[in-house]
């Protein structure tokens, strides 16, 4: 990812722990949650009917759509009750007091080989 990828959506502690905020970046809407210290970016928009997800309730790394109770991990966008089933994830960085998102789906880790 280039520096320039990187979008400024908001400042260190404009977001509550245990809480999501959505931004525009770019032509995507994104979530962005505070847990435990650490900053995750998910897409922000339910699959199931478009329901903005940084307004779910967040409970145990996993947040709720607010209209039908999907259950996404705010980590890496894996709904719960399909993990087969994934919204798009983002990487986060601190520069300064500034939480940058960048827009381009998060690479998965390679798949390690165990033989």
């Known amino acids: 990812m280039t520096e320039s990828a990187y979008t400024t959506v908001a400042k260190v502690g404009s977001i509550k722990e245990g809480e999501g905020r ?3 970046v770019g032509d995507r809407m994104i979530a962005v949650f505070l847990l435990d210290g650490q900053y995750h970016a998910i897409d922000d ?3 199931h ?3 903005s997800l940084a307004d ?3 409970e145990e790394g996993m947040v709720f ?3 039908h109770a999907w259950r996404f991990r705010v980590c890496d966008g894996t709904w ?3 993990p087969r089933i994934k919204i798009d994830s983002f990487d986060v ?3 300064g007091d500034e939480i940058q998102v960048c827009p381009e789906k998060k690479t998965p880790p390679p798949a390690e080989d165990n033989a």
């Open 22 to 24: 959505a931004f525009a």
């Open 45 to 47: 928009l339910c699959p």
């Open 49 to 51: 009917m478009g329901a």
């Open 56 to 58: 779910g309730h967040v």
């Open 65 to 67: 759509c607010p209209w």
């Open 80 to 82: 719960c009750d399909n």
């Open 93 to 95: 960085r601190i520069v």
